[in-house]
C-alpha cells in the first residue's frame, strides 16, 4: 500500500531536549516536505527537499533542521525544541513535477508533539 | 500568503449536494487548483485538481470559472463520512516542483 509513515504520532518532550521525528515514504517520490499546523493558521511550510541531499527552507524554519540521506526518509529535527513548537506536523511527499505524471501530494497521519 | 479565500464554516444535509466555493483571484496561468480534506485531525486527503476544465472523479465534481478566479468543489451525494475540514490551495511552480499554499479552509458539517 502506498503510504507516508510518521513516527511517532504523539510525543510529549521538554524544553531543550533533542527529538527527531522520522518520515518514510515508499512511493520512489522525489519531493518530501515537513509542515505543522496550528489552530487558525492552516498548514505551513516547515523544509521542503527535491531530491536526496537537496533540501531548502520553507515558510517557518526556524527551530528546525532536516536531512535527506535517501529518498524514501525526511527527518525532522528540533535540536532544543521549544514550547512555541506545540503543533501538529505532517510529512508529506510527491512525484517531482514532470509533465504527464500524476503530482499530488500523500501525507502523513500526523505527529503531535507537545512541549513542555 | 495564501492565493485562496474560503468561507470559514458550511453545514449540508445528508444526502444533499454540498458545493464548497473558493476565491483565487490572484492566480497565475500555469497554476493548478486543488481540493484536500482533513478528518479530525489526520492527514489531508486529496480530492480532485484541475487548470480551466471542470473535472469529475469518484469523490467530487470540480467547477472552475472561465476567468479562473474562483472554483466550486461539488460533493454530489454528502454523506456523514464528508465531514471535514476542506483545503482549496493553488499549487504553485517553484523551481522545479510544486509548492502547496494553504489557506484555513472550510469546515464542512454533513447534517443527519
Known amino acids: 500500500e502506498a503510504q507516508v509513515t510518521q513516527n511517532p504520532r504523539y510525543l510529549i518532550t521538554v524544553t531543550g531536549k533533542k527529538l527527531t521525528v522520522t518520515c518514510s515514504q515508499n512511493?520512489?517520490?522525489?519531493?518530501m516536505s515537513w509542515y505543522r499546523q496550528d489552530p487558525g493558521l492552516g498548514l505551513r511550510q516547515i523544509y521542503y527537499?527535491?531530491?536526496?541531499?537537496?533540501?531548502d527552507k520553507g515558510d517557518v524554519p526556524e527551530g528546525y533542521k532536516v536531512s535527506r540521506k535517501e529518498k524514501r526518509n525526511f527527518p525532522l529535527i528540533l535540536e532544543s525544541p521549544s514550547p512555541n513548537q506545540t503543533s501538529l506536523y505532517f510529512c508529506?511527499?510527491?512525484?517531482?513535477?514532470?509533465?504527464?505524471?500524476?503530482?499530488?501530494?500523500?501525507f502523513g497521519q500526523g505527529t503531535r508533539l507537545t512541549v513542555v | 500568503d495564501a492565493k485562496t479565500t474560503q468561507p470559514p464554516s458550511m453545514d449540508c444535509a445528508e444526502g444533499r449536494a454540498a458545493n464548497l466555493p473558493c476565491n483565487h483571484s490572484?492566480?497565475?496561468?500555469?497554476?493548478?487548483v486543488y481540493w484536500y480534506r482533513q478528518i479530525h485531525s489526520q492527514g489531508p486527503q486529496y480530492i480532485i485538481h484541475?487548470?480551466?476544465n471542470n473535472e469529475t472523479n469518484e469523490m467530487a465534481s470540480l467547477i472552475i470559472t472561465e476567468d479562473r478566479k474562483s472554483s466550486t468543489l461539488i460533493l454530489p451525494h454528502a454523506t456523514l463520512r464528508d465531514t471535514a475540514v476542506y483545503y482549496c490551495?493553488?499549487?504553485?511552480?517553484?523551481?522545479?516542483?510544486?509548492?502547496?499554499?494553504f489557506g484555513t479552509g472550510t469546515r464542512l458539517k454533513v447534517l443527519a
Open positions: 512511493m520512489n517520490h522525489e519531493y
Open positions: 508529506a511527499s510527491s512525484l517531482r513535477r514532470t509533465p504527464g505524471r500524476t503530482t499530488e501530494a500523500f
Open positions: 490572484t492566480i497565475s496561468g500555469n497554476e493548478y
Open positions: 484541475g487548470l480551466k
Open positions: 490551495i493553488v499549487r504553485v511552480v517553484l523551481s522545479g516542483t510544486y509548492k502547496y499554499i
Open positions: 527537499s527535491m531530491n536526496v541531499e537537496v533540501t
